[in-house]
């Protein structure tokens, strides 16, 4: 086989596990373990969408700041 599950990886720098995470538990985790902490939020998706709705959107949603294209 040229791939095979032989346990749980772990990072070789600190020894800790990896796990699979779903978007929702990432999230969980940031705003547990960094509260009054501010965050980068960052994604590579390209969206098919108008930049102005998109912006109000995260705006309300209560992003501070938007980073779009490198601006």
Known sequence: MLYHKA???KCPKCNQYIYIKDPHLIAKEI??????IPIYLLSPQK???DFNYLKEG???AGF????????
């Open 7 to 9: 346990g749980i990886p």
């Open 31 to 36: 705003i547990q373990n960094f509260k009054n």
């Open 47 to 49: 969206i098919k969408t």
């Open 58 to 60: 995260l705006l309300s």
């Open 64 to 71: 501070s700041r938007i980073l779009w294209n490198g601006k």
